[in-house]
């Protein structure tokens, strides 16, 4: 036996609204269109759902069983129908996102933004955040997600963290006494911070492995080969945060910001960047201006 959604609606609006009338001013129907709906409807089913009198309606216990069980279909069909409803977003979407920023989550977040807004053709771009903000200066992307310390004006704080000196926990300073490190080259915002951070400090360094690559600079410190600085969320099984038995500095905070480029605001970059947004945790997704003013 299959229900007809209409008469079901028309059903439940009599209900809830107490009677025909009121019900066919709330649907843009005639009385007697909701009359003969619900006369189907009892015929659908064979039984009768209302008693009514002059002054008053209520239903009977099938009709109470009935409408328990015809919310609960609109209100999937609805879900059903918001979920394949086609998007009003359309267009390209050009994004940026640093490699240590990816995680599990972010991957989960395009393909559900894939999914919502079919219509939209997204670009993503995995780098380097200080190449990620000359891209956005050159309106080579829409938005990006960009690593920074906590001095910067411009964005939203999506996730706040730390940078660490990282290593392998079996790390030993060489015996001729020079920390070997591992960087990415000269456009990263880890290696900056790291390199400002030894300036002017009587530690003998030397850079022993260089690549543009997160994971292989993660593979440089499970080997030993050399130290890096790394936010604390990306250390791994294996790893130590080293520091003052190395007589290494302390490292500044970090934040990952969300930064529009210079192309005009689209509804697209507007739907990402809430997605975004609820990605990350409450007290962390608001304006950098706004954390500045709290904090003082």
Known sequence: MDFDPALLRTFVAVKEAGGFTRAAER??????????QIRRLEEHVGRPLLHRTTRKLNLTQDGEDLLRYAKQALQSLDTLNARFRPSPIAGVLRVGVPENFMGSQFPKLLCQFARTFPGVRLEVCAGISLDLREMLAGGELDLAIVLGVPAGKDGVVVRRTQFVWAAAEYFELPANGSLPLAFAPSSCICRQVGLDALD???????????????????????????????????????????????GLPALPSADFLLIRGKTDATPAADAFARLVLEMAEPEQAEPVERKRKRAA
């Open 27 to 36: 649907l843009y129907l005639t009385q007697s269109a909701v009359s003969h």
């Open 200 to 246: 002017g400090t009587p530690i003998d360094w030397h850079i022993a492995f260089t690549s543009q690559s997160v994971r292989d600079l993660l593979a440089a410190v499970h080997g030993g080969f050399g130290v890096a600085v790394l936010t604390r969320d990306n250390l791994e099984p294996g790893m130590k945060v080293i520091g003052d038995g190395y």
